[in-house]
């Protein structure tokens, strides 16, 4: 029996619990001009994803692109419950996802003094028919005051919503070879504009993709959300000392995977991820089943 899809904003409860302070609107930032590209999601100290599509767009408005040098441009994510504000330092991603891992640093002293929690998340996509739940930030807009020639004071004008449906079908590969290219899962649930980037969550309350397409019109209750998985590759530069990970060392580079097996971030199930060499030569990634056949 299907179930009928559910959008709505987050009660005073939702948004306060402690999960929701883990996904934030982010936000680019030149001079005076700011929009707010979509969701983020804190996942580990120092460490938080997005749709890799979302980075790109909010780029795009200021005129750049990946491959840019000399970007001026700053990438904040803010804690709306708490006031706590980090900025992007570093951006990292892989041609076989939709997801980009950033390396955040606090730039406010609420961030300062403020923990990031390993979130839980799994290797593992939803099954079909399991109910999952988005967190996301959709038609988030911001208003920029300029108090004095020091102090600038933004307005936020934001609805936290959630949206919660069942899975219909997950791709291990892709979905198509242009638009959906990289293992997610389809779900009857509304993923509205903003949300792009959002969690997901499964039944576990573990992170298990993030949004990455809505649909529109008669097919608006038929969305996507990109698999956590392929994110295991990629290499993320470390920023921060570890002192619960002391064989980590700040200034290198370690793939998402590597950050997983020193406990900095909680990738349940990593044991299961697998590298390999394609026939090209290119790096590839593959996630195994509890019975070991890679899909």
């Given amino acids: 029996m299907s179930q009928v899809s559910m959008i709505r904003p987050t009660t005073i409860d939702e948004f306060l619990h402690p999960i929701s302070g883990c996904v934030t609107p982010l936000i680019g930032f030149s001079g005076e001009r700011a929009v707010v590209g979509g969701t983020a999601?804190?996942?580990?100290?120092?460490?938080a994803i997005t749709a890799a599509h979302v980075l790109e767009e909010i780029l795009a408005q200021f005129g750049y692109n990946q491959n840019s040098k000399d970007v001026a441009l700053d990438i904040y994510l803010t804690q709306l419950n708490?006031?706590?504000?980090?900025?992007?330092?570093?951006?990292?991603?892989?041609?076989?996802?939709?997801?980009?891992?950033?390396?955040?640093?606090?730039?406010n002293e609420v961030a300062q003094r403020t923990s990031i929690h390993?979130?839980?998340?799994?290797?593992?996509p939803p099954d079909v028919g399991a109910t999952?739940?988005?967190l996301g930030y959709p038609g988030t807009k911001?208003?920029?005051?300029?108090?004095?020639n020091e102090m600038l004071k933004m307005c936020f004008e934001v609805t936290p919503t959630l949206s919660s449906g069942v899975?219909?079908?997950?791709?291990?590969?892709?979905?198509?070879?242009?638009?959906?290219?990289f293992p997610c899962f389809a779900v009857n649930a509304?993923?509205?504009?903003?949300?792009?980037?959002?969690?997901?969550?499964?039944?576990?309350?573990?992170?298990?993709?993030?949004?990455?397409?809505?649909?529109?019109?008669?097919?608006?209750?038929?969305?996507?959300?990109v698999s956590i998985w392929p994110t295991s590759i990629i290499p993320v530069m470390l920023?921060?000392?570890?002192?619960?990970?002391?064989?980590?060392?700040?200034?290198?580079s370690y793939k998402l995977l590597e950050l997983a097996r020193l406990g900095i971030v909680d990738l349940r199930g990593h044991e299961r991820i697998e590298f390999f060499t394609h026939e090209n030569g290119s790096d590839g990634v593959r996630r195994h089943h509890t019975s070991s056949k890679p899909t």
């Fill in 82 to 107: 708490s006031g706590a504000s980090w900025y992007v330092c570093g951006s990292h991603t892989w041609v076989g996802t939709d997801i980009s891992v950033l390396n955040i640093k606090p730039r």
């Fill in 142 to 148: 911001l208003a920029i005051h300029r108090n004095d």
């Fill in 239 to 252: 920023h921060e000392a570890y002192s619960s990970a002391p064989d980590a060392m700040v200034g290198k």
């Fill in 190 to 225: 509304e993923f509205s504009a903003g949300m792009s980037g959002g969690a997901v969550f499964n039944s576990d309350k573990e992170l298990c993709g993030l949004v990455c397409a809505g649909g529109e019109g008669a097919l608006k209750d038929h969305s996507y959300a």
């Fill in 118 to 124: 390993r979130l839980p998340i799994s290797v593992d």
């Fill in 132 to 134: 999952v739940t988005a």
């Fill in 41 to 47: 999601v804190l996942i580990a100290p120092g460490v």
């Fill in 167 to 181: 899975v219909t079908d997950v791709h291990a590969d892709y979905r198509d070879r242009v638009n959906i290219r």
